[in-house]
Antibody, heavy 127, light 109 residues
Framework: QVQLVESGGGLVKPGGSLRLSCAAS????????MSWIRQAPGKGLEWVSY????????SYADSVKGRFTIFRDNAKNSLYLQMNSLRAEDTAVYYC????????????????????WGQGTMVTVSS | EIVMTQSPATLSVSPGERATLSCRAS??????LAWYQQKPGQAPRLLIY???TRATGIPARFSGSGSGTEFTLTISSLQSEDFAVYYC???????????FGGGTKVEIK
């Protein structure tokens, strides 16, 4: 079945680094844009970063720009988030999610919502 | 950045009743709006995209409407499994950023 599974979360000190991974299965990973979205404890959802199908185009939320890097390995059906210079406010559950593509009889188009989500991985930044 | 504001923060509804949730954008997002449902300890689930199109497998009791800056999610007859937090998300002003509303918690009255 279509599935995303995150890993790599944990406890890290302020200023430290962590790399999150997201393993995709059940669909052609290379056909889809992907994003990371986070949710601080008891709070709402915050989009973090997206990457295009080829990995050539990325975008970041202002809150993580210059500190986080998104990348993908289509041969391994995997998405990654390299997080550097971590801060307490980065503490959250991190989800990877797929941008869906919907097709009519004549064409397909990407929708920049999120139709498949992983179960999330918890990142705690604390001394 | 487009700010998404959801109201009310909490909605108390009895099973079988209708629930109406609102989402307002700080500037027009056309019909580029999605709704999600999130239950405790679970990832969000896509309900609606394009402001009014139900995602695959979503029951017909969920409907979305609106365009521009004002949007509504209606649950026609609340079932026990519908008590959850609901988020709206715009994808019009993109790139650079996608933004979510703060959420509406639908609780049992």
């Amino acid at each position: 079945q279509v599935q995303l599974v995150e890993s790599g979360g944990g406890l890290v000190k302020p200023g430290g680094s962590l790399r999150l991974s997201c393993a995709a299965s059940g669909f052609t990973f290379s056909d889809y844009y992907m994003s990371w979205i986070r949710q601080a404890p008891g709070k709402g959802l915050e989009w973090v970063s997206y990457i295009s199908t080829s990995g050539s185009t990325m975008s970041y939320a202002d809150s993580v720009k210059g500190r986080f890097t998104i990348f993908r390995d289509n041969a391994k059906n995997s998405l990654y988030l390299q997080m550097n210079s971590l801060r307490a406010e980065d503490t959250a559950v991190y989800y990877c999610a797929r941008h869906p593509t919907y097709c009519s009889s004549t064409s397909c188009h990407r929708v920049d919502a999120f139709d498949i989500w992983g179960q999330g991985t918890m990142v705690t930044v604390s001394s | 950045e487009i700010v998404m504001t959801q109201s009310p923060a909490t909605l108390s509804v009895s099973p079988g009743e209708r629930a109406t949730l609102s989402c307002r954008a700080s500037q027009s997002v056309s019909s580029n709006l999605a709704w999600y449902q999130q239950k405790p300890g679970q990832a969000p689930r896509l309900l609606i995209y394009g402001a009014s199109t139900r995602a695959t497998g979503i029951p017909a009791r969920f409907s979305g409407s609106g365009s521009g800056t004002e949007f509504t999610l209606t649950i026609s007859s609340l079932q026990s499994e519908d008590f959850a937090v609901y988020y709206c998300q715009q994808y019009n002003n993109w790139p650079p950023e996608l933004t979510f509303g703060g959420g509406t918690k639908v609780e049992i009255k």
